[in-house]
C-alpha cells in the first residue's frame, strides 16, 4: 500500500473518532451549512406546517427524506452529495460523491 493510501486510512479512522463538535473545529471553512437548516419536500411545500387545511402527522415518506439545495454545495454539512447524470444509452444514473471515498 502508498504512503498516501496508508495516510488517508488514518486520518479517516481519526476524523471518525472525533465528537461532531470536534469534527467541526477542522472544517476548512466555518460557514458551512447543517443538514437540518435545509428543508425537506414536505416543510417546503406547506403553508404553516399545514397540508389542505389538516395538521401534518406521521410521515416517512420521499417527500421527508429528499431535499433540494440550491447554492454552493461545497458549504454543505454532509457526507455525500448525489447527482443524476445522463448515460450513454439515454437513461439517468447517478454519481455520488462521498468525503470518505
Known amino acids: ?17 472525533l465528537d461532531r463538535e470536534e469534527r ?4 476548512r471553512r466555518q460557514d458551512y451549512i447543517c443538514l437540518d437548516k435545509i428543508p425537506s419536500w414536505r416543510e417546503e411545500n ?3 406546517g399545514k397540508e389542505d387545511g389538516k395538521e401534518l402527522t406521521g410521515g416517512g415518506g420521499l417527500s421527508d427524506k429528499v ?7 461545497t458549504v454543505l454539512e454532509v457526507d455525500v452529495i448525489v447527482n443524476a447524470v445522463e448515460q450513454r444509452d439515454g437513461q439517468l444514473g447517478f454519481s455520488s460523491t462521498s468525503s470518505w471515498e
Do not use: A, H, Q, V
Request: charged share 55%.
Open 46 to 48: 406547506r403553508p404553516n
Open 67 to 73: 431535499s433540494l439545495y440550491k447554492g454552493d454545495i
Open 24 to 27: 467541526r473545529k477542522e472544517y
Open 1 to 17: 500500500m502508498s504512503k498516501k493510501k496508508k495516510d488517508w486510512k488514518t486520518e479517516k479512522e481519526r476524523l471518525l473518532r
